[in-house]
């Protein structure tokens, strides 16, 4: 059993208190995509395809009317505290936040809106856990993108962060077309995603 152990990369047994967002920074040879939550590394399952042109239709979308003190960014680390680092699907940021090129995170007060698109084995974690972590953050807009039925066109439920409960509350669910003024003008046609 000891010479097992030997041979597999040392991120797989973790530490004793668990990993910090220093670990998942600096590991070896982790998956991409890999997150950190609750100090526990998380591992990505292969992505269907309406994951992938969801996010695409979404930054396509979000960054045409983007404003100049904000940038869209697809699938960076969020360091939202010692023991957490989500990866959201995609993150609009302050636009001061971007240090170049060879970043590789966000600070999660620097992130305005997140974003997942939710996949079976990531349901409960969108849904439940980060839903709280990113409230917690401050981060002020989470959206919840969902493959719907019959179409398999996006669908989304926008949350914005309550000043007086520091939890999210829903302003909407959109089917065809999102359309909202927060946290900027967002104009997207959601069954456009049968073009890509």
Known sequence: MTAQRAEQPGWRMPPL?????????????????TELIDGSLVLVSPQRYFHFAAIDLLVTGLRQT?????????????????????????????????KGLTQTYFEGRDVVLAV?????????????????????????????VEMAEPHDHPVIEVFELSAD?????????YRDRVKVDKP?????????IDEL
């Open 17 to 33: 208190d668990g990993y910090t967002v220093d670990d998942l920074l600096t590991l070896p040879d982790l998956p991409p995509h």
């Open 66 to 98: 983007v404003p100049s003190d904000l940038k869209v960014a697809r699938e960076m680390t969020v360091v939202l505290d010692r023991r957490n680092g989500p990866e959201p699907d995609i993150s609009v940021i302050k636009a001061a936040a971007k």
């Open 116 to 144: 997942e698109v939710i996949s079976p084995e990531s349901e409960a974690r969108d849904r439940l856990t980060k839903t709280h972590k990113y409230a917690a953050a401050g981060i002020q807009y989470y959206w919840l």
């Open 165 to 173: 409960t520091g939890t999210y509350r829903s302003t909407g669910t």
């Open 184 to 192: 900027y003008p967002i104009d997207i046609d959601l069954t456009a």
